[in-house]
């Protein structure tokens, strides 16, 4: 929550935010892909491989650091609520 005890505010609405908004409003669950390394389109051969080991590594540092596993990385979230 933050300031205003406002989920859905800009800066905290996360997937965990939008996974409870659509449960209150009588959706089974939320689901998410992660647009990460798919929305690089120059020199894919060898953006796309980098940004694969530089996402694993940063998961890994953090679930080291945390002992969260965290599922999403980039800014850019798809979501498909399920009824």
Known sequence: MN????????WTCTSN???????MHGF?????????????RDH????VPLAKLSTGILRALTQAATR???QH???????????
Request: a negative charge; charged letters at 25%; hydrophobic letters at 50%.
């Open 3 to 10: 300031l205003f005890n406002d989920i859905t505010h800009v």
């Open 17 to 23: 935010c939008l996974n409870s908004l659509a449960q």
């Open 28 to 40: 089974a669950h939320a689901e998410f892909a992660d647009e990460g390394a798919e929305a690089i």
């Open 44 to 47: 894919r051969w060898l953006k």
């Open 68 to 70: 969260e596993r965290i």
């Open 73 to 83: 990385l980039s800014p850019h979230l798809w979501a498909r609520l399920v009824k």
